[in-house]
Nanobody, 122 residues
Framework: QVQLVESGGGLVQPGESLRLSCAAS????????MGWFRQAPGKEREFVAA????????VYAVSVKGRFTISRDNARNPVYLQMNSLKPEDTAVYYC???????????????WGQGTQVTVSS
């Protein structure tokens, strides 16, 4: 069974940081793009960041650029999302996904994790 499992979510205050991790099991994601999406209550799932297999290319949503950093360690399998200067509007369930293209739309990603909750509140 193919699984992507996110971890690292939690409750933080505005301005603080969190690092999310995504680990894969059940298959190798050799050659896959890895992405992060998020979904706030009552809203559509939206793109956050994505990174190529080599790590040489990445793309970010405008709302997180300069604050979030996506990285990957192909030897150990995980993908990370370092989130700094968190804002209340970053509150959402964050999902890890795997796909073939460095894309920003959900339909380009084949595999999804179950999500991890991030809450930013004072």
């Amino acid at each position: 069974q193919v699984q992507l499992v996110e971890s690292g979510g939690g409750l933080v205050q505005p301005g603080e940081s969190l690092r999310l991790s995504c680990a894969a099991s059940g298959r190798t994601f050799y050659g896959y793009v890895m992405g992060w999406f998020r979904q706030a209550p009552g809203k559509e799932r939206e793109f956050v960041a994505a990174i190529s297999w080599s790590g040489g290319a990445s793309v970010y949503a405008v709302s997180v650029k300069g604050r979030f950093t996506i990285s990957r360690d192909n030897a150990r399998n995980p993908v990370y999302l370092q989130m700094n200067s968190l804002k209340p509007e970053d509150t959402a369930v964050y999902y890890c996904a795997a796909g073939r293209l460095l894309a920003q739309t959900t339909n380009q990603y084949e595999y999804w994790g179950q999500g991890t909750q991030v809450t930013v509140s004072s």
